[in-house]
T-cell receptor, first 115, second 109 residues
């Protein structure tokens, strides 16, 4: 596969469930990101990893827990979510910004519905 | 004040028209600038980076004005396939990317 892939593409979960979103990039990048996109709102940066180390956590509630085992894989673990967490969750990758080619490339997203 | 602001539109233009979008950003120390396009229920896709001297890619021209803190995107000879939402993206420092809410474009036959 090429580019950035995400699974699952759609997810419906109850507020008491635990689920995980997976992202994989095949671009040889060193930075990976989680974004949340809600209707009528700009993309919100949630977490950033550079070389597997978390560098940004933009005041995201603890019910969202990221994991980055290596530079190619990124997970977002979800537990006890709220209905307002329903959104499109996008994964992206780039080279670490201090290097050339730091444009971000996005996966197709996971459309999450919390019931 | 929002970090990145765009006119949400919608812009409805006939095929062949020229259309321009502007975007303003709040942080004068911003380092990188991009335009992305996003089709309905799809992920954002990089359209072009924006360089200090301005740059062109086919029918698309991007400009950066650091003094006024805005970037622009000009689309010439609009095609039906250009219909999408155009996102302005600014990188402040490090990995801090900020997205505008997007400008909706519909090209009409």
């Amino acid at each position: 596969e090429t580019g950035v892939t995400q699974t699952p593409r759609h997810l419906v979960m109850g507020m008491t469930n635990k689920k995980s979103l997976k992202c994989e990039q095949h671009l040889g990048h060193n930075a990976m990101y989680w974004y949340k996109q809600s209707a009528k709102k700009p993309l919100e940066l949630m977490f950033v990893y550079n070389f597997k180390e978390q560098t940004e956590n933009n005041s995201v509630p603890s019910r969202f827990s990221p994991e980055c085992p290596n530079s190619s894989h990124l997970f977002l673990h979800l537990h006890t979510l709220q209905p307002e967490d329903s959104a499109l969750y996008l994964c992206a990758s780039s080279q670490v910004p201090r290097e050339l080619g730091y444009e971000q490339y996005f996966g197709p997203g996971t459309r999450l519905t919390v019931t | 004040r929002k970090e990145v602001e765009q006119d949400p539109g919608p812009f409805n233009v006939p095929e062949g028209a020229t259309v321009a979008f502007n975007c303003t950003y709040s942080n004068s120390a911003s380092q990188s600038f991009f335009w992305y396009r996003q089709d309905c229920r799809k992920e954002p896709k990089l359209l072009m980076s924006v360089y200090s001297s301005g740059n062109e890619d086919g029918r698309f021209t991007a400009q950066l004005n650091r003094a006024s803190q805005y970037i622009s995107l000009l689309i010439r000879d609009s095609k039906l396939s250009d219909s999408a939402t155009y996102l302005c993206v600014v990188r402040f420092t490090g990995n801090q990317f900020y997205f505008g809410t997007g400008t909706s474009l519909t090209v009409i036959p």
